[in-house]
């Protein structure tokens, strides 16, 4: 079918950064936008500690999609996860809230985000969440907050300490920044708030594989940030390998041997991987995936004899200048879906097409504490107050919504001025959610089967039907962790670390 006889149907996948900024970039362009994406909103992933640690609410930093494209006419945004491409067709599988539908495509972007990875050892999920959604962060500010109000009844000193030690695996920016935020937390803000405990004596524990902290930015600032994390009282331990999680405390693996440390509270900060729509699509075009999952694609970030098909940020790998793949990070999600546009309206407009996509690397920015970060911006290297002034300003710009970013900016001030953390409320359902999802298994399926569909009925009770392993009453007494199982660590005697099949997929590609 030609230009002439219809507008070109563009179906994006993901309202991430790559997405949403190839959508903004053809506002003007006579196509017809269908937006795909698991949830309703766009999530500011960089602030999601914040979140976590009680500095910012949800709301902040995941305005609605619908609010942001309100002014953008030719979108249509549509809730669901897709499940399979069928390329030959061009057609997209969508499987919504309790219905499935289908969408075509004259040109599909997928920007789908990515995954938290356990490097194989997904059962570590269970005790270790990861920090990915907004989902993730309120059950991490359940299980951090939480962690303190446990504390606090506990009668035996050992038993304190094990809610009161938090453990953050993976010294990137994502752990890096949580880890001086939990310090931050313990060390300052909560101080003097409880009758029974010192939250200032709380161990904070940084650990990671590799021998440095935030490694991409250099040995002088890494040293930097290292120095940064152990004045706010943050154990670093590189070189340290996490061999087992479980309810009670992380095993791990360092020149010394293998060691137990005790603790309740530990968070994955450590690798992420692609959903699993990218090996469908690989497997729909004959294109190659990496160890991560991702899809490897074209100079111009496209599917290999599929121009028609683009493959963004965190999904792709592209090799850079260096001959390294692409960082899985905001810059090149956001300059991946402009090129994209880029070449949707070249082609509509007639123009020669395949420019190779060009990464123009604007730098590395991470939070220590208050005040305090470092900066790598070409050249330049900044680290302290400057840094943070630096950090301030690009992620201001960059936060979607004027009111969001004149929130943002007061409830910094409140914490950061101040002693105060504006967004300590946790809820059970925070709590509980992951647990809620394999007691009772996949609740769109379960809506589906109401309506006649007894196959989804019977996946939904496959969620719902797996062992548990749990620790005894007695035996939770005596470990001090009885309150678990029921506050801060939701699903910690499942069997199985996953949610159903479906619903994990679904949660996968929610970006």
């Known amino acids: 079918m030609t230009q002439a006889s219809h507008r070109q149907r563009v179906v994006v996948v993901g309202a991430g950064f790559g997405g949403l900024f190839a959508i903004k970039a053809l506002r003007k362009a006579p196509v017809d936008i269908t937006l795909i994406n698991g949830t309703a909103y766009h999530l500011f992933q960089p602030l999601l500690y914040q979140v976590a640690t009680g500095i910012l609410s949800e709301g902040e930093v995941a305005p609605p999609i619908r609010e942001v494209l309100r002014r953008q006419k030719n979108v249509d945004v549509r809730l669901g996860w897709v499940t399979d491409v069928d390329v030959e067709n061009k057609v997209v599988s969508v499987s919504g809230p309790g219905i499935d539908y289908t969408v075509e495509y004259d040109t599909l972007i997928v920007a789908a985000g990515a995954s938290q990875s356990y490097f194989g050892n997904d059962q570590f999920a269970d005790h270790a969440p990861g920090m990915k959604s907004i989902d993730d962060a309120l059950e991490l500010r359940a299980r951090i907050f939480g962690a303190f109000e446990v504390a606090d009844l506990q009668t035996d000193a050992e038993a304190a ?34 009758k029974h405990i010192d939250p200032s004596k709380a161990r904070i524990i940084l ?72 090996a469908k699509l690989a497997e729909a075009t004959g294109a190659k995936t990496d160890r991560a999952g991702r899809v490897f694609v074209e100079q111009d970030t496209t599917l290999p004899g599929h121009p028609e098909i683009f493959v963004l940020g965190d999904m792709m790998n592209l090799a850079g200048d260096d001959g390294k793949p692409l960082p899985g990070v905001a810059q090149v999600a956001i300059q991946s879906g402009r090129h994209a546009a880029d070449q949707i309206k070249r082609r509509l407009g007639g123009k020669e097409t395949g420019q190779p996509f060009k990464y123009f690397d604007k730098g590395s920015l991470a939070t220590i504490s208050r005040f305090s970060a470092v900066a790598s911006i070409g050249k330049l290297r900044l680290s302290g107050f400057p840094a943070w002034v630096v950090w301030v300003a690009v992620h201001l710009f960059y936060l979607v919504g004027f009111k969001n970013r004149v929130t943002a900016v007061l409830h910094w001030a409140v914490s950061f001025i101040g002693r105060g953390r504006s967004e300590r409320v946790a809820t059970q359902q925070q709590a509980f959610a992951r647990r809620a999802i394999r007691a009772y298994g996949d609740p769109f399926a379960r809506e589906r089967a109401e309506s006649g569909d007894h196959a989804a009925l019977a996946a939904a009770d496959a969620g719902a039907a797996r062992p548990a392993t749990s620790t005894t009453a007695a035996e939770q007494k005596q470990t001090g962790t009885e309150p678990l199982a029921r506050s801060t660590e939701p699903g910690a005697g499942s069997a199985d670390g996953s949610a159903t099949a479906a619903a994990r997929e679904r949660l996968s590609v929610r970006e």
């Open 207 to 278: 650990v990671d594989a590799i021998g440095a902290v935030l490694n991409t930015f250099g040995d002088h600032l890494s040293a930097g940030a290292q120095r940064e994390l152990e004045k706010l009282g943050v154990e670093v331990k590189l070189n340290t390998k996490v061999v087992g999680v479980d309810s009670t405390g992380i095993e791990v693996e360092d020149a010394n041997g293998r060691h137990r440390i005790p603790s309740v509270t530990k968070v994955w900060a450590a690798g992420v991987s692609a959903p699993p729509l990218a």
């Open 161 to 194: 300490q094990r809610w009161l030690t938090f453990v953050v695996v993976g010294a990137g920016p994502t752990g890096t920044e949580l880890a001086g935020q939990i310090a931050e937390l313990a060390h300052r803000n909560l101080t003097g708030q409880y």
